[in-house]
Structures are given as C-alpha cells and as structure tokens.
C-alpha cells in the first residue's frame, strides 16, 4: 500500500498570506489527523477528521481549518499567515480509535 | 492539564541498553504509544500499550504501569541508526493523542 502523501513538501509565504495543505491517506484508513510541530516542541494536535466529520481539534486560533473529502483526503488551510506559525506540518492517517498513526513525511512551512 | 513526561534528552553507547522514560497524567487511558523520529523526517510506529506490563518487539521493549501512570521503551543492543527522537503519547478518554515533547537520544561509538 501506499503511505500517506503530503503536498507540498516545502513552502515559503510572508505574513498575511494563506496557504492550503493537501493530505492523502492510507488507502482504507478513514481516518485522518493533522499536527503542527516546532523545533524543542511535542507534536501539537490541530484536528482529526472521520468520515468527513471534524471529531476532534486542537487549541489552536480559528485561523487554522480544515476538511476531509469523500474519499478521505484532507485539506488544512491557514489563514492571515503569521512568522509564528513557520513549522513542519504532519498528517497522519489510521484506521481509526486506537490504532496506531501511520504518517506523512510533512509539508515543512516557513512564513517570512 | 493533561501532561507527558519524558527526558530532553539521553546518551548512551553503541552496543548497550538504554530505557527512555514516560509519565502522564491525562484525562482517562486509552492506549500509550512510542513513535521513533530520525532527523527530517515522519514519526514511525514502534509500540502499542493498553493493559499493564511488558511488550517485547525483537531489540525494542515496551512496559506500561497504569495505576502508577508509567511507562518506559527499552532499546537493547544499541545501533548507530538509533539515533532519532523518540516520542511517548497517550490516548486520553476522548480518544485524542497527548504528546510527550520527545526524548532525543545520541548514540556513540
């Protein structure tokens, strides 16, 4: 099978600009969730999508959102950018409660 | 608050054992995960736990203690490519992944 897929891997925005974030799961995973991670920081949960449902989120501004698709590929979109939220950014995908992520390789993000 | 737990960062020597260390205090137990993380790159899967004491997985090891809120990952062995972060979460009663900010650890020869 394949992994999961993240798109772009790499980008570059200034501030005030918004950027969107593409996400392909494990084909069958229906689940789907997205994590901000800094340097010296844990992974920060941003949200998890089921079904196309929004089942969880994190505490981050309503700046971030997202969505998932029908056939369980999941967007992120960030908004009004700030230097701050310069980041690696990771999808994860699974089958669903209690099993185990199974990752992307991340869209690294730099605001300037 | 919910909190994880874990050291900043480990050295130890190729070849020996090293255990890398967990404590949480979350809202409800529903499974504790380790997930290894080399430079650059995705968090990888290593261990699952939900009922107490010991997972063995060939040179890895996993104990949870829940009543004490605990658990450790035992890397035996040691190799160079054992050099990565190594993160700790636990699934609160929600069912969300609490993170742990990882453990870097160094290997040297």
């Known amino acids: 099978k394949a992994g999961v897929t993240q798109t772009p891997r790499y980008l570059i925005k200034t501030r005030g600009q918004q950027v969107t974030l593409s996400c392909s799961p494990i084909s069958g995973h229906r689940s789907v969730s997205w994590y901000q991670q800094t340097p010296g920081q844990g992974l920060q949960f941003l949200f998890e999508?089921?079904?196309?449902?929004?089942?969880n989120k994190g505490n981050f501004p309503g700046r971030f959102s997202g969505r998932q698709f029908s056939n369980s590929r999941s967007e992120m979109n960030v908004s009004t950018l700030e230097l701050g939220d310069s980041a690696l950014y990771l999808c994860?995908?699974?089958?669903?409660?209690?099993?185990?992520?199974?990752f992307g390789n991340g869209t690294r993000l730099t605001v300037t | 608050g919910q909190n994880i737990d874990q050291p900043t960062e480990m050295t130890a020597t190729e070849g020996a054992i090293v255990q890398i260390n967990c404590t949480y205090q979350?809202?409800?137990?529903?499974?504790l995960f380790w997930y290894q993380q080399h430079a650059g790159e995705a968090p990888t899967f290593l261990s699952y736990n939900v009922l107490d004491g010991l997972e063995e997985k060939g040179r890895f090891s996993s104990f949870l203690s829940r009543s004490k809120g605990y658990s450790y990952l035992l890397l035996k062995e040691l190799q160079m490519k054992d050099s990565a972060s190594y993160l700790c979460a636990v699934k609160d009663s929600n069912y969300q992944l609490i993170w742990g900010a990882g453990t870097k650890l160094i290997i040297k020869p």
């Open positions: 979350t809202s409800g137990f529903n499974g």
């Open positions: 999508y089921f079904s196309e449902t929004q089942r």
């Open positions: 994860a995908s699974s089958e669903g409660p209690g099993s185990p992520l199974h």
